[in-house]
């Protein structure tokens, strides 16, 4: 399952290795703890019921995840009104969202490509087989035959292998990226919802 493939097993398996690094470095990465921080929102919104906004503002912009990124968007637009805060949330929460899907992406590339090689490895050996029948004038001894197609099929093994590891990491991972985006949005709305104005308090001030 190794040898027989030759170098092109080789490189497949250094994609293996690769994809496996990039599925344990995005299980650390892309989680809740990571992306809405459930502590960091109960932090913030303690220094706002304090009314305490420029300890909430600095809080915010300390903290790397998702949840305190947006929130600090949305209270650096606080003097423009809730609208603008809405309008910087949305940004930010685009901006965090479009970086985690482009980080995942080279799941998606490794397995688009790794089939490819494999497919490579397959035709590799078949001409190395043909080649054998050519050179022989007939059919080869049944050890070189098995040779030659063991390249075929070793390689098309270890393709698919390294794609369904990487298709199946990508597809979990984007599933978890719009989920925990989705959770975090719910999460700085109900932060900063205490700065949304109220209809009836609205009306009587224009009147």
Request: net charge negative.
């Amino acid at each position: 399952f190794v040898v027989k493939g030759g170098w092109i097993t080789f490189f497949l398996l250094g994609l293996s290795v690769v994809t496996m690094a990039l599925i344990t470095e995005h299980l650390f990465s892309i989680r809740r703890a990571t992306i809405v921080a459930p502590e960091v929102g109960e932090r913030i919104r303690e220094l706002i019921d304090k009314k305490d906004y420029v300890a909430a503002v600095k809080h915010s912009a300390e903290d790397p995840s998702m949840l305190g990124y947006v929130v600090n968007a949305g209270l650096l637009e606080a003097s423009n009104g809730f609208a603008a805060m809405e309008g910087a949330m949305e940004e930010s929460l685009d901006e965090r969202s479009a970086r985690l899907l482009r980080k995942i992406e080279w799941l998606s590339i490794l397995g688009a490509v790794a089939p490819m090689i494999g497919l490579f490895g397959t035709v590799f050996g078949m001409i190395k087989l043909f080649v054998s029948i050519r050179e022989a004038g007939a059919i080869p001894e049944p050890g070189r035959i098995a040779d030659d197609i063991s390249i075929a099929l070793v390689t098309t093994f270890w393709g698919l292998l390294v794609a369904i590891m990487s298709l199946s990491g990508w597809g979990w991972f984007r599933i978890r990226v719009d989920a925990l985006t989705a959770e975090c949005t719910l999460a700085a709305d109900r932060l900063l919802r205490v700065f949304k104005p109220v209809a009836g308090a609205a009306s009587s001030d224009s009147a």
